[in-house]
């Protein structure tokens, strides 16, 4: 593994732009994001908000180098990327486990892909870090979705990757479960440090979990419109901190920057 460049960002986006031809008609061209610069520093938790539609899983996948930007560049620890962010891994919104394996083999499968002797034994140690060791034997039809999800991350986490990727991981989850698995996420992270780029509608979640939120907005053509430091001190229970004063005037502060954007891209999907 190349070692880090000394003081380089974990990623970083520099004058990122992604165009498509449109679906609808092939002579034209659709630019979903443009001029996207941003960063993740070693060990930070970065959120990026915005509206519906506004490209943020675009960058993701820019991030994740599964989609080459249009113009501009992506930089992981210094070196630019060619090809996949292999010091990345990528916790999808939807599920992504295999049906044919068990919780044990789905987590245990990146592991035997590169080979690892102890896959199994590295799998069932994740299983019980996030509380499912009793469950290796199951498979996904027999989980709950708050349990698949502990799955997906343990499937994600057991790669030790240098940068967590994760794409509104939790959106499909009720309140409850969803608090569980922000705060079982947080508790993971604190033990590495890993840098998280971590994608999501919910503002209230992005505050509650960040060290920094990213505001784009709406699109075509989505860009950054703003960035805040959240000096909520950690560690951090989710619910709890929502009741703090300084998560409200968080809140509103960065609501007052999205509200017209969130409103404009509604009105692209009504005229849709």
Known sequence: MTP???????????????????????GQRYTAVRDVTLSV???????????????????????????GPSTGSVEVFGEKLAGLNRRAGYMFQADSLMPWRTALGNVAAGLEFHGVADAKTQALEWLKRVGLGGFGDR??????????????????????????????????????TRQLMENELLALWAEKKKAVLFITHDLDEAIAMSDRVVCLSAGPGSHPIGEFAIDLPRPRDVAEVRATARFVELHKAIWDVLREEVLAGYRQQLAA
């Open 4 to 26: 880090p460049v000394p003081g380089a960002a974990a990623l970083a986006l520099r004058g990122v732009s992604c165009t498509f031809l449109a679906k609808d008609d092939p």
């Open 41 to 67: 520093g070693g060990g930070e938790f970065v959120s990026v908000v915005g509206p519906t539609g506004c490209g943020k899983s675009t960058l993701l996948n820019v991030a994740a180098g599964l989609l």
């Open 139 to 176: 498979y996904p039809h027999q989980l709950s979705g708050g349990m698949r999800k502990r799955v997906s991350l343990a499937q994600t986490l057991v790669l030790d990757p240098d940068i967590i990727l994760m794409d509104e991981p939790f959106s499909a989850l009720d309140i409850q």
